[in-house]
């Protein structure tokens, strides 16, 4: 067994939450200190999830010597500085997602992280969850033969407060599309094709609820095997269930239906049809993103979700905005 890798946390807001519960099933490979401006809330949270060390500040995680890592869990604006400080004092670095505000700061992230020789990953956890796992795997074996058409459905009506700091854009790098939904902009073109062009279409938009964010888009797109795809994002609008959305595939030798969350994939095409379930227990991904981040740092490959794959992400997202 290899000795377990220290990770520290840069802010322990709701997300580091949910990170640290989905670390605690990984059996002690992973060890996580916590990190605030607000010393109270980190050693709160380091009592909450069992961690190694609490701190007072970030800068005081990034001179502990017993940190491998650090996981970037601040707003948008903040992810730059704090991973060029972190790869300055030769850490490893898992920044949220949207990493970077701009191509011109993944640039400089890219050149910070050569010369430290350090490993960054980009918290991609969409990338790694079953569903995607299972349909990239259908889509490479042809079981709808060629394809057609893709479309994506992701809607909910998940508001933020008044309070919330995804309200400022300056703080977000964006609306709502741009904070959360590049995860959907990410998992839709990462099934095997590639997406070459791309443009986003805008909602009247309401202001009216404490959630002042434009929390709508629908984005459309050509693939390199000559298919095209639809995505429908919205936090506006009201789901089945609260969040049961119906996404396909669909070739010319059958369809792929499944749950955009990921509860099932319903296959017709090529052979028998088939009820597949990709997988509840790691069913956001997180656990097999923390893996991969581990296996990078001590074998001193790239991990899946790179900054150059993270790159393509932000080059789409322009052209939608542009």
């Known amino acids: 067994m290899p000795e377990p890798l220290r990770i520290a946390f840069l802010g322990c807001g709701f997300i580091t939450g949910v990170h640290s519960r989905n670390l605690r099933r990984l059996g002690g490979d992973i060890l996580c200190g916590y990190a605030s401006r607000d010393a109270a809330k980190a050693?709160?949270?380091?009592?909450?999830?069992?961690?190694?060390?609490?701190?007072?500040?970030?800068?005081?995680?990034?001179?502990?010597?017993?940190?491998?890592?650090?996981?970037?869990?601040?707003?948008?604006?903040?992810?730059?500085?704090?991973?060029?400080?972190?790869?300055?004092?030769?850490?490893?670095?898992?920044?949220?997602?949207?990493?970077?505000?701009?191509?011109?700061?993944?640039?400089?992230?890219?050149?910070?992280?050569?010369?430290?020789?350090?490993?960054?990953?980009?918290?991609?956890?969409?990338?790694?969850?079953?569903?995607?796992?299972?349909?990239?795997?259908?889509?490479?074996?042809?079981?709808?033969?060629?394809?057609?058409?893709?479309?994506?459905?992701?809607?909910?009506?998940?508001?933020?407060?008044?309070?919330?700091?995804?309200?400022?854009?300056?703080?977000?790098?964006g609306d709502a599309f741009f904070e959360e939904g590049i995860h959907w902009l990410h998992f839709a073109g990462s099934l095997g094709p590639t997406i070459t062009s791309i443009r986003g279409f805008r909602p009247t938009v309401s202001r009216q609820s404490p959630d002042t964010r434009v929390k709508s888009m629908l984005v459309s797109f050509h693939y390199d095997n000559g298919a095209v795809g639809s995505l429908y994002y919205s936090r506006e609008v009201p789901s089945l269930l609260q969040g049961l959305r119906i996404s396909k595939l669909m070739g010319r030798e059958g369809v792929i239906t499944f749950e955009s969350a990921g509860g099932f994939v319903f296959v017709r095409g090529r052979g028998v049809p088939r009820l597949l379930f990709p997988g509840l227990r790691d069913i956001r991904g997180y656990q097999a993103m923390y893996r991969d981040f581990a296996r990078a740092i001590r074998t001193g490959t790239p991990p899946e979700m790179s900054l150059e794959r993270a790159i393509n992400d932000q080059l789409l997202m322009e052209q939608i905005y542009t």
């Open 43 to 173: 050693e709160s949270f380091r009592k909450k999830f069992g961690g190694f060390a609490s701190y007072g500040g970030y800068a005081a995680a990034l001179r502990d010597p017993r940190v491998d890592g650090v996981v970037v869990a601040v707003p948008p604006k903040l992810h730059l500085d704090l991973t060029l400080q972190a790869l300055a004092a030769g850490k490893h670095v898992l920044v949220e997602k949207p990493a970077f505000m701009t191509i011109a700061e993944y640039r400089s992230a890219v050149e910070a992280r050569d010369r430290a020789g350090r490993v960054v990953i980009v918290g991609e956890n969409d990338h790694y969850k079953p569903l995607a796992v299972c349909l990239r795997a259908l889509v490479g074996r042809g079981v709808i033969g060629e394809m057609v058409f893709a479309h994506f459905l992701t809607v909910a009506h998940r508001l933020k407060k008044a309070d919330d700091w995804r309200n400022d854009e300056s703080l977000a790098g």
